[in-house]
């Protein structure tokens, strides 16, 4: 089946560094990929929705300028969360649409600490 | 704008059903998902309903009514490695963007 790859799947980094997570489809072309966040015990919201080859469009309360999305392929679309706070600490989970199906795809998560 | 509920937490048998409810208001519906995910986990695909009725796979099934806004996900044969949270998720219309509801925690006891 159709699977999405998230790299890197944990990573621990100093406050004020920046932090570039990446997000695969292996076998099938995204046009679109979504970024969702998880605080411990809390449902996944959404960030944003990346779009190959134009802006991501953010949702309310996401600073486009701290959580730079780039989705320069169909195939791969990469979240920096830059200048990393502790407050940002959380588990980044992507997702990626089979067009012909609808299904939505999750990458395996990324678990972010920011000391 | 969306707003989907469902029960926070829930508890069950080994080797009994569950039912766990989803009800939903949305400016525009396009199918409705579930989704299960184990703690420090990614979610896992369950089930996809775009029409109403009862869809079945394995020891889940799906049931779906668009005219009401509600969903439930049955889990039949109850095992221990089903606690987990179940997510209800919702798509608008036209778009692949998902809303998911708080999750509602299942724990299976023996």
């Known amino acids: 089946g159709a699977v999405v790859s998230q790299h890197p799947s944990w990573v621990i980094c100093k406050s004020g560094t920046s932090v570039k997570i990446e997000c695969r489809s292996l076998?099938?072309?995204?046009?679109?990929m979504f970024w969702y966040r998880q605080f411990p015990k809390q449902s996944l919201m959404l960030m944003a929705t990346?779009?190959?080859?134009?802006?991501?469009?953010?949702e309310q309360g996401v600073e486009k300028d701290k959580f730079l999305i780039n989705h320069a392929s169909l195939t791969l679309s990469t979240l920096t969360v830059t200048s990393a706070h502790p407050e940002d600490s959380s588990f980044y989970i992507c997702?990626?649409?089979?067009?012909?199906?609808?299904?939505?795809?999750f990458g395996e998560g990324s678990r972010l600490t920011v000391l | 704008g969306q707003n989907i509920d469902q029960p926070t937490e829930m508890t069950a048998t080994e080797g009994a059903i569950v039912q766990i409810n989803c009800t939903y208001q949305?400016?525009?519906?396009?199918?409705l998902f579930w989704y299960q995910q184990h703690a420090g986990e990614a979610p896992t695909f369950l089930s996809y309903?775009?029409?109403?009725g009862l869809e079945e796979k394995g020891r889940f099934s799906s049931f779906l009514s668009r005219s009401k806004g509600y969903s439930y996900l049955l889990l039949k044969e109850l095992q221990m490695k089903d606690s987990a949270s179940y997510l209800c998720?919702?798509?608008?219309?036209?778009?692949?963007?998902?809303?998911f509801g708080k999750g509602t925690k299942l724990s299976v006891i023996p």
């Open positions: 990346s779009n190959e080859g134009s802006k991501a469009t953010y």
């Open positions: 997702s990626a649409s089979q067009i012909v199906t609808g299904e939505l795809f």
């Open positions: 949305t400016s525009g519906f396009n199918g």
């Open positions: 309903n775009v029409l109403d």
């Open positions: 076998d099938f072309q995204a046009t679109t």
């Open positions: 998720a919702v798509t608008g219309a036209g778009s692949y963007q998902l809303t």
